[in-house]
């Protein structure tokens, strides 16, 4: 059974300040990752989608990583802003989709 | 373009009371799901759908029945509400299992 970790929990940073946020997971058959963004109530927003064939994505000041040999894959934020303040999931697809628990991001001004 | 929609978004149920959470997308998307969420458990998979007529189990499907008539449309029932289904319900749709996934709003569900 996939099992999808999300290291740290919650993490506190100045604002300006480049960050990391972590995931890794159990089985490396996946077809692709995916990092998403959840604002407290709503629903989720899709950042990014690496398929497996892939080892990066960017968007802007975003740009995940996957290893799939390792099962892990990272989430960088450059110049962190207030408004990156969010929950961060990230989620596998093999047989079907598997959600970490997600990073509660808080950046201060 | 609305993208996917959910109604409601706040219910109360006793136990063993019926009902449908609805959800719909104007995108044309084949595939759609349904998850919950859970404080620290993350999103897990409750149905999902390759397209209509066709609906499979995820990995929480007990007490959850769905179907899929049209492609725009995708409702779960619950027929016995149980206190164990508190819970925020998500639907999202996609091209396909390996695409972007679009979420909907959520449905806030409390069983007492």
């Known amino acids: 059974k996939q099992e999808v970790t999300q290291i740290p929990a919650a993490l506190s940073v100045p604002e300006g300040e480049n960050l990391v946020l972590n995931c890794s997971f159990t089985?490396?058959?996946?077809?692709?990752l995916q990092w998403f963004r959840q604002d407290p109530g709503k629903g989720l927003t899709s950042l990014l989608l690496?398929?497996?064939?892939?080892r990066e994505q960017t968007s802007g000041r975003l740009n995940a990583s996957l290893d799939k040999s390792s099962g892990r894959s990272t989430l960088y934020i450059a110049a962190s802003q207030p408004g990156d303040s969010a929950t961060y999931l990230c989620a596998v697809y093999n047989n079907d989709m598997r959600f970490g628990a997600g990073t509660r991001l808080t950046v201060k001004p | 373009n609305a993208g996917v929609t959910q109604t409601p978004k706040f219910q109360v149920l006793k136990t063993g009371q019926s009902m449908t959470l609805q959800c719909a997308q104007d995108m044309n998307h084949e595939y759609m799901s349904w998850y919950r969420q859970d404080p620290g458990m993350g999103l897990r998979l409750i149905h999902y759908s390759v397209g209509a007529g066709i609906t499979d189990q995820g990995e929480v499907p007990n007490g959850y029945n769905v179907s899929r008539s049209t492609t725009e449309d995708f409702p779960l029932r619950l027929l016995s509400a149980a206190p164990s289904q508190t819970s925020v319900y998500f639907c999202?749709?996609?091209?396909?299992?390996?695409?972007?996934?679009?979420f909907g709003p959520g449905t806030r569900l409390t069983v007492l």
């Open positions: 690496i398929q497996s064939s892939q």
């Open positions: 089985d490396s058959a996946i077809y692709n």
């Open positions: 999202a749709s996609s091209w396909s299992t390996t695409d972007t996934q679009y």
